[in-house]
């Protein structure tokens, strides 16, 4: 479904992604993983084209190296960034509102009301919380909020970055149960993370990346017991 072939990504003249090929298969979960500055937010700004690159990004056979992000978007892929995108002074359901306002005019009313059920039965919360401004919201609501917006856009793959960070443990399991439901929809997904145990736990794959490579890769469930990913990145 996502091919990324010989991608690097300089700043200036700094080396932040250091030609490396990645895939990932329809209604796979794959995460990528790695410690501050390795380029993980490097390499999902070089899919959504938001950074300057070398290489090729293919998203269901097409060649988006070059398209807008926007219309990236327009073809089914789906980026929660790792800041907050939620409006403060609307409730939370505008704000879901607004960002399915291309699902509404492509799709109609309907698939918006599915995705909205979907997305209250997962986070409680937020339908409790439906009519307050997001403004009012606790960090972790936000950052649900911001998980939220993306899937009431009906996406086909979902690339998520860090969605967990900041969160209480409560609140990450609740976000680690969103993504299991959007895997029982067919949602492929792609998820930036360093809480390594459970993230491992929630995906099929892994890839590893220190400084701009990729260091390691495979299937989450071996390297949940591999002892150098241990050691690296589980205490031991
Ligand atoms: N806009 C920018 N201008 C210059 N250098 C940048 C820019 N964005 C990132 N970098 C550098 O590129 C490298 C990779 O950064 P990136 O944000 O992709 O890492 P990361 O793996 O997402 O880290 P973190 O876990 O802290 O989010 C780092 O050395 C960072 O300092
Ligand atoms: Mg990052």
């Known amino acids: 479904m996502l091919k990324v072939e010989n991608l690097s990504v300089y700043y200036n003249k700094a080396l932040a992604i250091d030609n490396i090929s990645l895939e990932i298969k ?3 979960a794959v995460c990528v993983l790695g410690s501050n500055g390795a380029g993980k937010t490097s390499l999902l700004n070089a899919i959504f084209n938001t950074v ?19 219309k990236i978007a327009d073809m089914g ?5 790792d800041k907050r995108t939620v409006f403060n002074e609307l409730s939370v359901y505008e704000n879901l509102e607004v960002a399915a306002h291309k699902i509404i005019k492509r799709k109609g009313k309907r698939e918006f009301a599915k995705n909205l059920d979907a997305i209250f039965d997962q986070f409680g919360n937020l339908y409790e919380k439906r009519s307050l401004k997001a403004g009012y919201l606790s960090g972790g609501e936000q950052q649900m909020l911001s998980v939220a917006q993306g899937l009431i856009r009906s996406p086909v793959m979902f690339v998520m970055d860090e969605p967990t960070a900041g969160l209480s443990p409560k609140l990450m399991d609740v976000v680690f149960d969103f993504i299991s439901f959007m895997r029982t929809q067919h949602i492929t997904i792609l998820i930036v993370e360093q ?4 993230t491992l736990k929630a995906t099929d794959r892994a890839y590893i990346m220190e400084v701009g490579k990729i260091v390691d890769s495979g299937f989450s469930k071996d390297l949940l017991d591999s ?3 241990k050691k690296a990145y589980l205490g031991g």
């Not at 809480?195 to 459970?198: C, E, F, T």
């Open 195 to 198: 809480n390594v145990n459970k």
């Open 227 to 229: 002892e150098s990913i």
């Open 26 to 28: 329809k209604d796979e």
């Open 52 to 70: 300057h690159k070398e290489g090729r990004v293919i998203f269901n056979s097409v060649d988006i190296s070059k398209m807008p992000t926007h």
């Open 77 to 81: 892929m789906v980026y929660v960034p």
